[in-house]
């Protein structure tokens, strides 16, 4: 499975963010979105990517974009999760049918279950500007996030 | 390949010289674990790679998970104003259980600093406009958690290990 690429219409999806609440990609329409695809909520070190991109939530609101993050994880799991970590953005439950969010971005790792450690820069008109599939173990920083946020701002 | 964007200047935390031709930059999170015990590693470095090895400290205090660790990294910014930061810095990564705030000035005055001159550089902007760019600074050069080290320029993946970061400055297996 390969991620969408660059230039593609990124696909529409509505996931619950809480037991009685949904959000759409059409809700972030008008500002950039890091759609963030990650295996699984308690990763076992501290200094995890999501716990990073927490701390830098300014950086990304200074190029007008917000993070979503998204997992197979259940609703539950992901409330739990997200009050221990203090997380201030959304984890979305890619739960029922499982993964079919990521399939729909090229992001599920059929081999195991799991959402891939994949990235992707939705601009305000809902196309894919930019995507990066993390090499396996390997977690991305902020860093090829704010290139690709910047490159985007320079090309406008 | 994640790179260090923000090279290394004057106004640094290093040991070593600056013409040293190993090169480690460790950002970290004095509340962290495992930032503490890879503190341990960097001292045997040190030790081992002798007039070899320059070491920078930059902070990035996860301050969402780790409630001390911003006022934490303020108190060793404060230290280093009355020329104490490597002292503090070890003190804090020896007692990491012992950094609320009292604790924080406790530290300060074993170190016998100017107590009244600590708290006020501790909260100080310049203090914490110095954070938050080292946090800035990390951010565009790839740092994916605590700690993350860079030899040589380049980030280190794989882990803290001994083995991994002196195989990563030195391109030699240990």
Same mark, same amino acid.
């Given at each position: ?5 660059? !230039? ?30 990650? *295996?699984?909520?308690?990763? *076992? ?28 994880? &259940? ?26 969010v ?24 809902g196309?894919?500007?930019? &995507?990066?599939?993390?090499?396996? !173990?390997?977690? *991305? ?15 406008v | ?8 200047? %004057?106004?640094?935390? +290093?040991?070593? %010289? ?15 674990? $495992?930032c ?13 790679l002798? %007039? ?14 780790h409630?001390?660790?911003?006022p ?12 104490? $930061? ?17 604790s ?32 800035? /600074?990390?951010?565009? %050069? /790839? ?19 001994y083995?991994n970061?002196? +195989? ?7």
């Amino acid at each position: 499975m390969s991620l969408l690429p660059e !230039g593609t219409k990124a696909p529409e999806f509505t996931l619950s963010l809480a037991p009685d609440q949904k959000v759409s990609l059409a809700d972030c329409r008008g500002r950039n979105t890091v759609l963030v695809f990650y *295996p699984a909520d308690w990763s *076992p070190v501290c200094g995890d990517q999501l716990a990073v991109y927490n701390e830098l939530l300014p950086l990304f609101r200074g190029h007008d974009a917000e993070i979503v993050a998204i997992s197979v994880d &259940s609703v539950w799991c992901h409330a739990a999760f997200a009050r221990d970590r203090k997380i201030h953005f959304p984890l979305l439950a890619d739960f029922e049918p499982k993964g079919a969010v990521a399939k729909a971005y090229g992001a599920y790792r059929d081999q195991d279950g799991f959402a891939e450690r994949a990235l992707f820069v939705i601009d305000p008109a809902g196309i894919i500007r930019w &995507s990066y599939l993390s090499p396996l !173990g390997v977690n *991305p920083g902020a860093d090829v996030i704010l290139d690709a946020l910047q490159s985007l701002k320079a090309k406008v | 390949m994640a790179q260090l964007r923000v090279p290394i200047t %004057s106004t640094d935390h +290093a040991i070593g %010289s600056p013409d040293a031709p190993l090169v480690l930059v460790e950002y970290g999170d004095y509340q962290c674990p $495992f930032c503490g015990a890879a503190q341990l590693v960097v001292k045997q470095l040190l030790i081992d790679l002798r %007039s070899n090895l320059l070491f920078v400290f930059r902070n990035f205090p996860l301050a969402e998970v780790h409630p001390f660790a911003f006022p934490a990294a303020a108190a060793a910014e404060a230290a280093g104003l009355q020329s104490h $930061f490597w002292p503090m810095h070890d003190r804090l990564f020896e007692n990491q259980h012992l950094l609320d705030p009292g604790s924080l000035l406790d530290h300060a005055r074993a170190l016998r600093l100017n107590t009244a001159r600590f708290l006020t550089d501790a909260q100080s902007p310049n203090v914490q406009r110095r954070i938050a760019a080292d946090m800035e /600074g990390g951010a565009r %050069s /790839g740092v994916n958690g605590t700690p993350t080290f860079f030899a040589n320029g380049v980030r280190v993946d794989g882990g803290y290990a001994y083995e991994n970061l002196a +195989a990563a400055l030195t391109g030699l297996r240990v």
